[in-house]
Antibody, heavy 117, light 112 residues
């Protein structure tokens, strides 16, 4: 069965960076992409970007350009999302989701990132 | 960016009764390939979102047939024919015809 297992919760200070992992299993990793979606406390869903696990091509939300980097390691079927220069409004649950044309059919369990001084 | 507008933002439904959620996009979601890139997700309390409907009207694997999606162009609807207690949560529509992908604000469904 398809599973996406994310890394654990993080607490970071403003200005720091965070790197969240998403380990995939149960399917051919390179046949799909991975989207990252975040959800601030009590808020809705915000799409952050997408990476092809086949060739590493990326598309990032404009508002995060320059601060976010998405990568994959095909040897371990793991996707990563790094967010730099963290601010308090980056506090959110970060989700990875398998995606090929925007159909996010399987989701990770979420990773809470708290940015606080 | 394409703006997705859902109505209502909250819904209280008696078990066994129907429910309907509207989603309107600021631009047509019909692609030149003939597909319409509109999705519906449900986020149950304390859980990750889950895919319900893809490309307007196709139920994802394991989704009960009481859920149905319809619409075209810029106007879409998610219907639940008979609401059950397990359907509580927040429903989101999402478009993927244009980057960035964008979600509606969410519609919270509660049981009366």
């Amino acid at each position: 069965q398809v599973q996406l297992v994310q890394s654990g919760a993080e607490v970071k200070k403003p200005g720091a960076s965070v790197k969240v992992s998403c380990k995939a299993s149960g399917y051919t990793f390179t046949s799909y992409g991975i989207s990252w979606v975040r959800q601030a406390p009590g808020q809705g869903l915000e799409w952050m970007g997408w990476i092809s696990a086949y060739n590493g091509n990326t598309n990032y939300a404009q508002k995060l350009q320059g601060r976010v980097t998405m990568t994959t390691d095909t040897s371990t079927s793991t996707a990563y999302m790094e967010l730099r220069s963290l601010r308090s409004d980056d506090t959110a649950v970060y989700y990875c989701a398998r995606s090929i044309y925007g159909d996010h059919d399987y989701w990770g369990q979420g990773t809470l990132v708290t940015v606080s001084s | 960016d394409i703006v997705m507008t859902q109505t209502p933002l909250s819904l209280s439904v008696t078990p066994g009764q129907p429910a309907s959620i509207s989603c309107k996009s600021s631009q047509s979601l019909l692609h030149s390939d003939g597909k319409t890139y509109l999705y519906w997700y449900l986020q149950k309390p304390g859980q990750s979102p889950q895919l319900l409907i893809y490309e307007v009207s196709n139920r994802f694997s394991g989704v009960p047939d009481r859920f149905s999606g319809s619409g075209s162009g810029t106007d879409f609807t998610l219907k639940i024919s008979r609401v059950e207690a397990e359907d509580v949560g927040v429903y989101y529509c999402m478009q993927s015809i244009q980057l960035p992908y964008t979600f509606g604000q969410g519609t919270k469904l509660e049981i009366k």
